[in-house]
């Protein structure tokens, strides 16, 4: 799971840690209220921040460029209700699969795009029959061939776009089209009388910074000098994908005993005035088309907290919790750096203490150490800003998944008892 495309990170500085830590703590009663009423372990979504972090992702493009496009990557959060406030939002979704196809459409989304590769004949199926809400990128010449022999059969047509790839060598080549072969797939899609095109998209991940996707955008502007003027008649969109790291960078384990690392990262407004200027520079006769963002992790990262209780104390260091990290799908605490606060015995001062989940299983890690004054049977712990590539990946191992959450704009928490039914909740008033 593991992606690290930074070679120097830095010292994390404990004041950071301290302030971050610090918003959590000042209100550590709603996140209890929510483990009291609903049980543990919990997701616990504060839909505030889900739509505070839509908001400003949105106005930091929309006042720098004339017109623009937003829609939320459905596989950095795939619980349902997480797409459903980001409609409310006015994002259009971004779905790599038939299964979040069928969710997005179930969730009554209108502007769908369909990324990723090895789409298979029954997805360009479902994504054809609802032609006026689908736009299908193309990753390939085989996948195009077939989506048009489908559309010719049911005599239709469809808008379609072209993802390009980034990456020539390595595993990133898995996805799109060189940029060179551009042209060839252009025209197959231009002469085709069932395929409409609408526009391009690329994408690359983990971006602290945006020179990655810069560098992209210099490197098509050149391709796109030489084709022909139809294509810039009927190029309707370029699509930038998304990747953005949220702004409090990336913090790592350093293997050091009392040292943590980080990754820095921009801010979105840094993103979005150098992305803003290169689409200016680099492609000037597509400035007034529309160009449209896919963040997915940006968004939802902070917007989801794990809550846990301790069940075993064994040791003054080392304790047992009642969820494991089977909610998260991989072994990230063994190599990214979250605090782990004591709501219960609260405090600012860090004290080293294995914190392992209940699974059977050594690598079921939550911490190294926790925030508080000390940690008892009991305690309920929390791992903030949890919402992006966790609950996606989560696996039914050993232990039942675990209760979602919503903390409503209300005060009201909101208990889901059905993830496929966005509607299908409790209402707790506390």
Same mark, same amino acid.
């Given at each position: 799971?593991?992606?690290?495309?930074?070679?120097?990170?830095?010292?994390?500085?404990?004041?950071?840690?301290?302030?971050?830590?610090?918003?959590?703590?000042?209100?550590?009663?709603?996140?209890?209220?929510?483990?009291?009423?609903?049980?543990?372990?919990?997701?616990?979504?504060?839909?505030?921040?889900?739509?505070?972090?839509?908001?400003?992702?949105?106005?930091?493009?929309?006042?720098?460029?004339?017109?623009?496009?937003?829609?939320?990557?459905?596989?950095?959060?795939?619980?349902?209700?997480?797409?459903?406030?980001?409609?409310?939002?006015?994002?259009?979704?971004?779905?790599?699969?038939?299964?979040?196809?069928?969710?997005?459409?179930?969730?009554?989304?209108?502007?769908?795009?369909?990324?990723?590769?090895?789409?298979?004949?029954?997805?360009?199926?479902?994504?054809?029959?609802?032609?006026?809400?689908?736009?299908?990128?193309?990753?390939?010449?085989?996948?195009?061939?077939?989506?048009?022999?489908?559309?010719?059969?049911?005599?239709?047509?469809?808008?379609?776009?072209?993802?390009?790839?980034?990456?020539?060598?390595?595993?990133?080549?898995?996805?799109?089209?060189?940029?060179?072969?551009?042209?060839?797939?252009?025209?197959?899609?231009?002469?085709?009388?069932?395929?409409?095109?609408?526009?391009?998209?690329?994408?690359?991940?983990?971006?602290?910074?945006?020179?990655?996707?810069?560098?992209?955008?210099?490197?098509?502007?050149?391709?796109?000098?030489?084709?022909?003027?139809?294509?810039?008649?009927?190029?309707?969109?370029?699509?930038?994908?998304?990747?953005? !790291?949220?702004?409090?960078?990336? !913090?790592?384990?350093?293997?050091?005993?009392?040292?943590?690392?980080?990754?820095?990262?921009?801010?979105?407004?840094?993103?979005?005035?150098?992305?803003?200027?290169?689409?200016?520079?680099?492609?000037?006769?597509?400035?007034?088309?529309?160009?449209?963002?896919?963040?997915?992790? !940006?968004?939802?990262?902070?917007?989801?907290?794990?809550?846990?209780?301790?069940?075993?104390?064994?040791?003054?260091?080392?304790?047992?919790?009642?969820?494991?990290?089977?909610?998260?799908? !991989?072994?990230?605490?063994?190599?990214?750096?979250?605090?782990?606060?004591?709501?219960?015995?609260?405090?600012?001062?860090?004290?080293?203490?294995?914190?392992?989940?209940?699974?059977?299983t050594p690598h079921d890690v939550w911490g190294f150490s926790y925030l508080g004054t000390d940690i008892c049977e009991g305690d309920i712990l929390m791992v903030p800003t949890q919402g992006a590539y966790t609950y996606s990946l989560r696996q039914r191992f050993i232990k039942a998944l675990w209760r979602?959450?919503?903390?409503?704009?209300?005060?009201?928490?909101?208990?889901?008892?059905?993830?496929?039914?966005?509607?299908?909740?409790?209402?707790?008033?506390?």
């Amino acid at each position: 799971m593991k992606i690290n495309l930074v070679d120097a990170p830095i010292p994390l500085p404990a004041d950071l840690i301290e302030k971050f830590s610090a918003d959590f703590i000042d209100n550590r009663q709603r996140f209890t209220d929510a483990v009291n009423a609903c049980g543990s372990p919990l997701y616990l979504i504060e839909k505030a921040v889900l739509k505070k972090r839509a908001v400003q992702f949105r106005r930091a493009f929309e006042t720098r460029l004339p017109r623009t496009g937003f829609y939320y990557a459905m596989k950095s959060n795939n619980l349902p209700y997480v797409s459903h406030v980001l409609l409310s939002q006015e994002y259009g979704l971004d779905v790599s699969s038939g299964l979040e196809l069928q969710v997005a459409l179930t969730l009554g989304a209108t502007d769908i795009i369909f990324s990723g590769p090895g789409k298979t004949d029954a997805e360009l199926e479902l994504a054809a029959a609802h032609r006026d809400r689908v736009t299908v990128l193309l990753d390939s010449f085989g996948e195009c061939l077939r989506l048009a022999t489908i559309l010719a059969n049911k005599k239709i047509s469809m808008g379609v776009g072209i993802r390009l790839n980034i990456e020539s060598t390595g595993l990133w080549r898995k996805f799109g089209i060189p940029l060179e072969t551009l042209p060839d797939l252009y025209e197959k899609i231009r002469q085709d009388p069932h395929l409409m095109f609408k526009g391009l998209q690329f994408h690359c991940s983990w971006n602290l910074t945006p020179d990655r996707q810069i560098e992209f955008l210099n490197r098509l502007g050149r391709r796109l000098v030489s084709i022909p003027d139809h294509f810039w008649e009927a190029c309707r969109f370029i699509d930038i994908g998304g990747g953005y !790291w949220p702004p409090q960078g990336e !913090w790592l384990l350093s293997g050091e005993s009392g040292r943590y690392l980080l990754n820095p990262a921009n801010s979105i407004d840094i993103f979005s005035d150098r992305i803003a200027d290169a689409i200016r520079k680099e492609l000037p006769r597509l400035s007034d088309c529309r160009i449209c963002f896919e963040p997915g992790r !940006w968004i939802c990262n902070d917007a989801m907290h794990l809550l846990l209780r301790v069940v075993d104390r064994k040791a003054t260091d080392l304790v047992i919790t009642d969820g494991g990290t089977n909610a998260v799908g !991989w072994e990230r605490f063994e190599s990214d750096y979250f605090p782990v606060l004591n709501l219960t015995r609260s405090g600012l001062m860090e004290r080293p203490c294995h914190i392992f989940g209940s699974l059977c299983t050594p690598h079921d890690v939550w911490g190294f150490s926790y925030l508080g004054t000390d940690i008892c049977e009991g305690d309920i712990l929390m791992v903030p800003t949890q919402g992006a590539y966790t609950y996606s990946l989560r696996q039914r191992f050993i232990k039942a998944l675990w209760r979602v959450a919503v903390l409503d704009d209300d005060g009201c928490i909101l208990l889901l008892t059905d993830e496929a039914d966005i509607q299908g909740h409790e209402r707790k008033i506390l």
